[in-house]
């Protein structure tokens, strides 16, 4: 089924994922766990065509002048460059409130058939302990532990030293957060936790996504070696 989504597909079931959503389809809150307040606005860029919420709680003014503005943005050709209607659309909702840029940056997929490195292990309930460097509280995570599986750890002198989990999950997809104790990289246990984890996703009947921002190079950098494919931008206003 992975296969056969379109980028706008995939842009759907992200927005699903990232976000939790009301009656109308706008969106409320992260999708997470006690998750914060969603953006205001969210415009999602492909190749194929663009796509975008608004926060429930946006004025209807402010609502239309901002799907006029979505309406006229081009396509792009380069996914890298700044929306049309960024300018347009942080006026809009300086109307309401002086807006934020929050997120802006990459969506990748998953390539079929990505080798897993041997070596990466599974975190459950049942060593939890593992992760006790790079969890502050363990009975928290405990708690809350069916909301971010699969978690995958490379696990070095019986402690996880680096981990790849899922930061949004649905029932349809999942997305990667990935952390390396600052003594342990450059290893290359990064883009091995985040493969195993997306095998692991795949494996749930779930599709694995990982999203970053223009300025964090060292996650760039994971999805290259993965040989990821970007399949759009989004950019939130907040």
């Known amino acids: 089924m992975e296969a056969s989504l379109t980028d706008l597909d995939l842009v759907e079931l992200q927005v699903a994922n990232l976000f939790t959503h009301d009656a109308e389809g706008r969106m409320v809150a992260d999708n997470e766990p006690d998750g914060d307040p969603a953006p205001r606005f969210f415009l999602w860029r492909t190749r194929e065509g663009n796509a975008w919420r608004v926060r429930h709680d ?3 003014h402010i609502v239309q002048r901002l799907h ?3 309406a006229a943005e081009p396509v792009p050709d380069d996914l890298q460059a700044p929306p049309v209607c960024l300018d347009a659309a942080l006026d809009a ?3 309401d409130d002086e807006p934020v840029v929050g997120h802006h940056g990459p969506h990748y997929r ?3 058939g990505m080798p897993v490195p041997d070596g990466v292990t599974r975190i459950t309930r049942e060593n939890l302990h593992l992760l006790r460097r790079m969890v502050g509280r363990i009975d928290a995570l405990d708690r809350d532990f069916d909301h971010v599986e699969p978690w995958m750890s490379m696990v070095v ?3 996880a030293v680096a ?3 899922s930061s949004r999950l649905t029932d349809r997809a999942a997305e990667a957060r990935v ?3 600052e003594e342990y990289r450059g290893r290359g246990y990064a883009p091995a936790v985040v493969a195993a984890w997306a095998r692991a996703v795949r494996d749930s009947g779930r599709v694995p996504f990982y999203g970053t921002s223009w300025d964090n190079t060292a996650s760039q950098a994971v999805a290259r070696k993965l040989n990821l494919v970007q399949f759009g931008v989004g950019l939130a206003l907040a």
């Open 179 to 181: 952390d390396t104790l």
């Open 110 to 112: 998953f390539p079929a």
């Open 163 to 165: 981990s790849c989990f």
């Open 68 to 70: 006029a503005l979505v």
């Open 157 to 159: 002198d019986g402690a």
């Open 93 to 95: 909702l300086r109307l």
């Open 58 to 60: 946006v004025p209807e």
